[in-house]
């Protein structure tokens, strides 16, 4: 087939950009060279005018208005110095894209000439139109007013391009009564929520006045490098991000030679290359390597405070996919690109902490002696299995219903991995209460010349949608394309009610003249009674765990239409209310957004397998069912009895191909009913299967069509021509 010869031969010819990781600064000048850091700020704001901001960023204190003016002219000047010429405020609506509207710094002077004005009020609010952004009937569409505010807390940028720089400002983005069409604003909610029932809970612990608690994301990203000569070739991965066409390739994953494996030479350009713009955008990546299918990667960054780590994770995807396409590749974030192997998930690790008292999840090495991490390890565990359905539900979505519960990726049951150590206090604590912690332990390798090497008190687990990981917990099952934001909104607000519930019990018991350390106690054993069904420490991914999760109440929200219903529960709605993250209105609007976005991601791939097997497919099949016909002829003609299985190995699968389009078509055809939930419904129940069908009969006339008919780059070509 031309077309995939010529992508070969384009990927063999190509030579990609030369990269140099400091290209002559040291990396410390690199780091944050873009940022309009604290430093930055302290350089070049009047001290009253700093202290009051650092007051805002630090220990959360209310913004002073009268600052601003100063900021953004301190600001502006920076960025211009950088070279920016507009500046952007970003944001976050709930497409899970991030979204900005650049405006020019020069302003007309009325003399005919135009001045660089940056002012205070410009700084603070924006006011881009937010009728084309997705508001789940928030909005009516003749009420387009939408406002973006300045977050402080998330540091200033400039974004450079070869076409000219920019300075972005990470804002919120709200209506005009003041609901949330964002991700960043019920964070920020969420955020302020939690951290006052954290302090709470310090200053019973004795901390008169605890410094302003945060919670704290590392996010893991997985993702797809292909090169983009076979991208490009692939309407399905270019329109839906995932195949919908594609037999196996005879080598899978099943040599496990990929992960952790010697990245390709071309990769680590690039890892070189986004490191090195993540670096100057202060974003702390760290870690990168090979993940388990071929053609997969990881990148974590250092965990940093969830509104920073998330406005970065968003930044952090725009810049692979940008960087990407320097480096004649695509970098594919879809939770399933190819079926049969390993799909992608953002791993989103979660602590919580303030400046004084470090981490507030680290159980030192006698955790049964440390009641105070006991008591926000019990939080967790509380909010975990009262509200596992939400979480289920803040991962939902089209594409992860393709991952979670396959063999690589948790199970939609959400339970908590707590490891043998910590297992084995907190049922000491069910039990009455803990007197000792399982030691660490050492390595006995056997050679002299190795060192001694200690053990962790526990094993990890893979298997676990929540885990704890020593010094956090590890929520495994979000998407790899999805926004950190959801997850982290969900996390932070169920600690935010179980620390509530904690701080008001204990309050109690010390007014009644109860001991602290007895109510302490008598408390972390209530939890554990009420609550403990959670913690499993067992395969995941096995059949009889789908059994005894049942047997324990857990729920098991399968698909993402069990799930997003949990998002207008009563319970739900009575704990983002009463915790100030999201109004009934809020929650409704982002339950129906859920679904349309369901619907509509379905209804792609339902058109997009209608054309590619229509006009792609069934051609190929057409042509070399034709060519073995004629042979057939010229045999006979020939005098040769021919053998006419190689007619009915097309032949076959071809007439099934076109009744699994006329399904498919006739499906597309029908309307879904009125309401998002009846959209959703159609496109699980008949586009769903009718898609399937289409690509089972497709994959099999993969195997069967001649190969320089065949139109589309296969499996093969995709995942190890890179
Ligand atoms: P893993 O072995 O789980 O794949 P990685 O090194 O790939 O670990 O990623 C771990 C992530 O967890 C990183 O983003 C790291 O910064 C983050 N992390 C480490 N400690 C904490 C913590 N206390 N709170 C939140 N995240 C953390
Ligand atoms: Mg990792």
């Known amino acids: 087939n031309a077309v995939r010869m010529q ?20 990396p410390g000048e690199v780091f944050g060279a873009n940022v309009f850091s604290k430093a930055e700020m302290q350089k070049r704001l009047p001290k009253s005018v700093y202290k009051s901001v650092l007051a805002t960023i ?35 609506p709930l497409t899970g894209l991030t979204a900005e509207k650049h405006d020019s710094f020069l302003e007309p002077a009325g003399d005919g000439s135009a001045l660089a004005e940056f002012a205070g009020k410009t700084l603070t609010q924006g006011e881009p139109d937010a009728s084309s952004f997705p508001s789940g009937g928030l909005r009516n569409t003749f009420e387009a007013r939408g406002y973006t505010g300045w977050d402080v807390t998330s540091p200033a940028y400039v974004l450079e391009s070869p076409n000219g720089n920019t300075l972005c400002i990470p804002t919120v983005f709200v209506s005009m009564n003041g609901d949330a069409l964002d991700h960043k604003t019920p964070l920020l909610r969420s955020q302020q929520s ?34 983009r000569h076979f991208f490009l070739a692939r309407p399905d991965l270019l329109n839906a991000g995932r195949t919908l066409f594609g037999a196996k390739p005879p080598k899978g994953q099943e040599f496990d030679d990929h992960y952790f494996g010697a990245i390709p030479g071309r990769v680590l350009g690039y890892m070189l ?21 071929p053609g997969q990667f990881e990148i974590a960054p250092v965990f940093e405070r969830a509104n920073v780590a998330a406005d970065h994770q968003q930044l952090l995807m725009t810049t692979f996919k940008r960087l990407a396409r320097q480096h004649g590749m695509e970098c594919l974030f879809h939770e399933k690109p190819f079926e049969g192997i390993n799909g992608s998930g953002k791993h989103v690790n979660f602590s919580l902490g303030n400046a004084t008292e470090g ?48 063999n690589e990726a948790p199970p939609a049951i959400i339970s908590i991995f707590l490891g043998d150590q910590l297992a084995d206090v907190f049922d000491q604590v069910a039990k009455g209460g803990a007197t000792s912690s399982k030691e660490k332990g050492t390595l006995i390798i056997g050679v002299d010349t190795l060192p001694v090497l200690p053990t962790d008190p526990g094993d990890r687990n893979r ?15 979000p998407g790899s394309q999805q926004t950190v934001a959801g997850p982290m909104v969900t996390i932070n607000t169920i600690m935010a009610e179980a620390l509530d519930h904690i701080a008001t019990e204990l309050e109690t018991a010390v007014a009644a003249g ?13 939890i554990m009674t009420d609550h403990g069904a959670i913690v499993f420490n067992g395969d995941g991914y096995s059949d009889d765990w789908q059994v005894e999760a049942a047997a324990r109440g857990l729920p098991n929200l399968r698909t993402t239409l069990d799930a997003l219903p949990e998002l207008v529960s009563e319970s739900a709605m009575e704990l983002f209310g009463t915790y100030g993250v999201f109004s009934e209105r809020e929650m409704h609007s982002r339950y129906e957004i859920g679904l349309e976005h369901y619907a509509l991601s379905v209804g792609v791939e339902a058109r997009l397998t209608l054309e590619v097997g229509a006009t792609s497919v069934l051609p190929a099949a057409v042509r070399h069912q034709t060519e073995v016909a004629l042979n057939l002829g010229a045999l006979r003609a020939a005098g040769v009895e021919p053998d006419a299985t190689a007619l009915e190995e097309v032949t076959a699968p071809l007439a099934e191909l076109r009744s699994a389009l006329a399904t498919l078509r006739s499906a597309l055809d029908e309307r879904g009913g009125s309401t998002a939930m009846e959209g959703a419904r159609h496109a699980q129940d008949a586009l ?18 001649a190969d320089d008919l065949w139109p589309l780059p296969t499996y093969q070509e995709m995942l190890y021509i890179l």
């Not at 967790?380 to 539900?393: D, E, N, Q, S, T």
């Not at 769903?688 to 069509?705: C, K, N, Q, S, T």
Request: proline residues 5%; contains cysteine; charged residues 20%.
């Open 7 to 26: 992508a070969i031969k384009g990927v063999e010819a190509y030579v990609p950009p030369a990269v140099s990781f400091t290209a002559g600064e040291t």
């Open 58 to 92: 630090d220990h959360a204190a209310l913004l002073d208005p009268l600052v601003a003016d100063a900021v953004a002219a301190a600001m502006k000047d920076w960025a211009m110095e950088k070279g920016a010429t507009h500046y952007a405020h970003v944001f976050y």
């Open 194 to 227: 939690m951290a006052r029932h954290a302090e709470r809970v310090l200053r019973l612990f004795g901390h008169a006045k605890p410094d302003a608690v945060v919670s704290f994301c590392g996010p893991e990203q997985e993702y797809f490098l292909v090169d």
């Open 273 to 293: 290359d986004t490191e090195r713009e993540l670096f100057k955008l202060g974003i702390p990546a760290k870690t990168r390597h090979n993940e388990v299918a």
């Open 359 to 406: 981490n507030l999840l680290l159980p030192g090495d006698t955790p049964h002696e440390n009641a105070q991490f006991l008591v926000f390890c019990a939080a967790v565990i509380r909010g975990v299995h009262k509200y596992g359905g939400l979480l289920r539900a803040s991962v939902a979505s089209a594409s992860n219903d393709h991952r979670l519960g396959a």
């Open 463 to 477: 298997t676990s949608p929540f885990a704890f990981t020593g010094n956090r917990f590890e929520f495994r099952a």
């Open 514 to 526: 109860t001991e602290f350390n007895v109510a302490v106690q008598k408390l972390l054993e209530k």
């Open 688 to 705: 769903l299967p009718a898609i399937a069908a289409v690509r089972a009969a497709a994959d099999v006339l993969e195997g069967v069509v």
